[in-house]
């Protein structure tokens, strides 16, 4: 009797290994479906120093500023740019126009290997109008970039308050 115990513990042991095993296939495979339907990641993008600088007055126009560098082989053109619970976004220059300063929209921004783009005060930025009330100074905004090839890039840029290092 003694045998059969051990038998019979022996085949369970193995069904049970057995079972395990194919839960832990199964879930790999969901993994891998599941990162298909995540948005693209694009090669030889790089961002960094990411964050938006609320307004001094709530209901402004918060600005997002960040590092963009990219190292790929084709040639690719920033579109578009959307911030997470704004109502709008829109890429502007600022420009010394007759010795007053301006900002106007910026068209597609030509991606280069090599050549640094940089979203600052003074210079190209994204503006996001109508700004989302859940913005806090020490929170996170989610940040897409679209490119000319339809691939998309998201983000964390860190939120600001007014006054803050920008």
């Not at 007053?100 to 930025?125: D, R, Y």
């Not at 679209?146 to 998201?154: A, F, H, I």
Request: hydrophobic share 45%; proline share 5%; with cysteine.
């Amino acid at each position: 009797m003694t045998l059969m115990k051990r038998g019979a513990l022996a085949i369970l042991g193995a069904a049970s290994l057995l079972s395990l095993t194919a839960c832990g296939q199964g879930k790999e495979e969901a993994e891998t479906s599941t990162s298909d339907t995540a948005p693209a990641l694009i090669k030889g993008l790089t961002i960094s120093d990411a964050r938006l600088v609320l307004a001094p007055v709530t209901g402004n126009p918060a600005a997002v500023y960040f590092n963009l560098s990219y190292a790929g082989d084709a040639a690719l053109t920033l579109t578009a740019v959307t911030v997470e619970g704004a109502g709008m976004t829109m890429i502007h220059q600022t420009a010394n126009k007759d010795g007053a300063m301006s900002m106007a929209e910026a068209g597609p921004i030509a991606l280069a290997t090599g050549v640094p783009v940089t979203f600052a005060p003074g210079g190209l930025h994204v503006m996001a109008m109508q700004p989302s009330q859940g913005w806090k100074p020490g929170g996170i905004a989610k940040v897409t970039l679209t490119l000319s090839d339809g691939t998309t890039q998201t983000f964390d840029a860190a939120v600001r308050a007014a006054g803050e290092e920008r």
